[in-house]
């Protein structure tokens, strides 16, 4: 967050706009961490708060530091190597026009993409555009307490990597769904790599659906004749600051490069990339691959690195390339993490603990005393990728003293950075995933700070580590039986995410072995454990083709989950219901239509009561059981009832679809697949 004397703020916001006293409605006290934002009135004596950042950077700067990361730097959307934002007007316009048409007061957006699509370098552009039109508008950390301007036009605020910020996200969208009395437009944009689908329970779980617009904005490669023009502009800019003639790009060259894999080489990092090799290693650039020219140009820039820590004495000179690998791990590496580090793998090379920091600020390396994540994603995944590689003996270690306590683990980071390696280096293993496999092999004791990656949604690349987490947990000989069955249950997990059905059988049935104890102890407690667990023990034996075993497993769950939603409504009905729709799969398995129908039919008697209380919650639920209800019912004869049920469906996902057609679309056409059927089937 930047800071503006009470002088010179409205200059900056405004770029030189005049603008009335009277636009400056109140401010909005942003909490993210705790509660959300909260919209106050300012007095005529208080100078306005400052106004949130649009962090660019200048090119001479940047380039004129001398221990600065140059090609970070330069491959950094803030740099905007390129001025004219390029392949993207549209785009801007269709975010523009949502800000200032939408008649809500205050809406929600998620603007998405692939890592390296430019959707931060999108946002800052609509945000310079509302800037000209009186708005206040810039970035927010939601790690902080930020007090901000609002004016008569408008306040929009982006969040960069809010995946990051799961919890605080969740709790400005909860305040905004309750704010009352704003004194204007107030929008967030949301820049994720996660669709819709991934973020729609937060929304709903928020109270803050009506206020999302599910019309997301996707960003993605730019067609060939855009592609050259950001190449050459790109080329251009570079060549002539640093004095050298601009390299002959032919746009032959260019589209061919292109068109050899244009999802990669479409994006506008791999193509500025591609830009900067043209001019900083003249030779055949277009002959290599995207992910081939950004590990040169990574190489390059570790030199250089490697360079300013040898001139300064460092006790070995690849130290320094390899700590700004490491800081990808987290966003920030601060003086304890850092002396750690030195302290804890002394085979990195870097300055005695008592020395780092001054050694690090000596070199200009230092960011309000902390030395910050290198940026873009993808060029830290590959420095990170080039780090662990050097030395992969040591790299467990190196990773195990970067990640030393619970607070360090990123999972989502972690999972940006293991996609990341695989777009840019192939699936044929991971030295990420790799390396921290080997570090909680070696020391189990790390599993305990690296459980959250066990027990949390994961992207699937992680799956690996959870289990090796879940491995080392069940060593431990101080486990009591309940810590025991959570570890396994979560352990299966994980294993029936990496296709090992038969270990997550295994898993699943120690877990449900000791719930059955435990809940036979002290049903209150524990009942509800037990039957989460056979519901997912009911899915390891259908999988593993024992369907009259999974049937078991699915009755006794929802036999548990009856007794208690019968006391607690609330809380367990919508398990209940899931448990029920399951059941319907696994009878119908077993050829017994009628009881099918039967679980299906209960199933929508409770979805029917909580879609009405809360639709943007239950609604999607409530459509699955009327399409099964309109097989079962298909089955069993009744093509009337059939029709009706399947025509239900089908006005409920249509207007779900309409809304939000990457996530309903698929539902909408299956259902609409259905209703064909039995309509054909009714013809005389």
């Known amino acids: ?99 200032c048409d ?71 969208l909860h305040s905004l769904g309750r704010l009352e009395g ?17 973020w729609f329970d937060d929304f709903a779980a928020a109270g803050a659906s009506e206020l999302c617009d599910t019309q997301e904005s996707i960003v993605g490669p730019l067609e060939a004749h855009d592609l050259c023009r950001l190449v050459q502009s790109a080329a251009k800019t570079l060549a002539e600051h640093r004095g050298l003639p601009p390299p002959v790009l032919a ?35 277009f002959d290599l691959a995207g992910p081939e020219i950004v590990a040169a140009l990574v190489r390059r820039e570790r030199r250089r690195l490697d360079q300013a820590a040898k001139n300064a004495a ?50 200009g390396w230092l960011t309000e005393a902390v030395l910050p994540a290198p940026q873009p994603d993808l060029i830290a995944a590959e420095l990170l990728r080039q780090t662990l590689a050097d030395r992969p003996r040591a790299a467990p270690n190196w990773l195990a003293a970067a990640l030393a306590s619970p607070d360090t683990i990123d999972v989502d980071r972690l999972g940006r950075l293991a996609h990341d390696m695989a777009i840019l280096a192939g699936e044929d ?88 104890r435990l809940a036979a102890a002290d049903p209150a407690r524990f009942e509800p454990d037990l039957a989460t667990s056979l519901g997912n023990l009911s899915n390891c034996l259908s999988a593993a083709g024992d369907e009259t075993a999974a049937l078991g497993a699915i009755e006794a769950a929802v036999a548990i989950f009856r007794r208690l939603a019968a006391a607690n409504p609330a809380r367990f009905e919508p398990d209940l219901a899931t448990s029920l729709n399951n059941l319907s799969v696994r009878l119908s398995a077993a ?42 019912k298909s089955t069993a004869g009744d093509e009337t009832a059939a029709l009706a049920a399947i025509e239900a469906a089908v006005a409920i996902r249509r207007r779900l679809a309409a809304a939000n057609p990457a996530r309903f679309g698929r539902d909408l056409a299956n259902s609409l697949s259905q209703q064909e059927r039995l309509l054909a089937r009714a013809k005389p």
């Open 251 to 285: 746009d032959a060259a260019i589209a061919a490069w292109h068109a050899g894999d244009p999802a990669l080489h479409g994006l506008p990092l791999f193509a500025t990339a591609a830009a900067l090799h043209a001019v900083l290693d003249p030779g055949p650039t």
């Open 102 to 172: 939408d008649p809500r007061p205050i809406a929600v957006r998620l603007l998405g993409g692939a890592g390296g699509a430019g959707k931060s370098r999108l946002a800052a552009e609509v945000a310079n555009s509302l800037r000209a039109q009186h708005w206040v508008t810039g970035f927010v950390d939601l790690g902080a307490r930020a007090e901000l301007p609002v004016a008569s036009a408008g306040l929009l605020l982006i969040v960069d990597y809010p995946e990051e910020w799961r919890e605080p996200v969740r709790a400005l």
């Open 429 to 516: 293993g991971n030295p990420l995933v790799d390396g921290l496999i080997d570090a909680v092999t070696r020391t189990p004791g790390l599993a305990i700070p690296w459980r959250v990656i066990l027990d949390t949604a994961i992207p699937f690349r992680l799956a690996p580590l959870g289990i090796a987490i879940g491995q080392a947990l069940l060593r431990e000989a101080d486990l009591d039986d309940r810590e025991r069955s959570v570890i396994l249950n979560n352990l299966s997990i994980r294993l029936r995410e990496t296709g090992d059905e038969t270990a997550a059988l295994g898993a699943i049935e120690e877990a449900v072995a000791i719930r059955r």
């Open 1 to 99: 967050m930047t800071s503006s004397s009470s002088t010179g703020w409205l200059a900056k916001l405004f770029s030189g706009n005049r603008v009335a006293s009277g636009d400056i409605l109140g401010a909005a006290v942003i909490n993210g961490d705790v509660s959300g934002i909260v919209i106050q009135q300012i007095g005529s004596s208080r100078p306005p708060p400052p106004v949130p950042s649009l962090p660019w950077r200048d090119l001479q700067p940047v380039l004129g530091r001398a221990g600065e990361p140059e090609i970070f730097n330069l491959l950094t959307w803030r740099t905007r190597l390129v001025r004219t934002l390029i392949g993207r007007d549209a785009d801007r316009d269709r975010l523009v026009a949502w800000a």
């Open 591 to 632: 050829r017994d239509e009628a009881a099918a129908l039967a679980a299906t039919e209960a199933a929508l008697a409770i979805r029917r009561r909580l879609a009405t209380a809360n639709p943007a919650r239950f609604e999607p639920d409530l459509a699955q059981s009327l399409n099964n209800l309109s097989h079962d």
């Open 182 to 198: 704003c004194p204007a437009k107030l929008r967030l944009l949301l820049l994720s790599r996660q669709d819709l689908n991934w």
């Open 314 to 363: 460092w006790p070995e000179a690849e130290a320094a390339s390899r700590l700004h690998g490491l800081a990808a791990l987290r966003s920030t590496l601060d003086e304890p993490a850092l002396t750690h580090l030195a302290r804890a793998a002394p085979e990195l090379g870097l300055p005695p603990p008592e020395r780092v920091m001054n050694a690090l600020e000596q070199l």
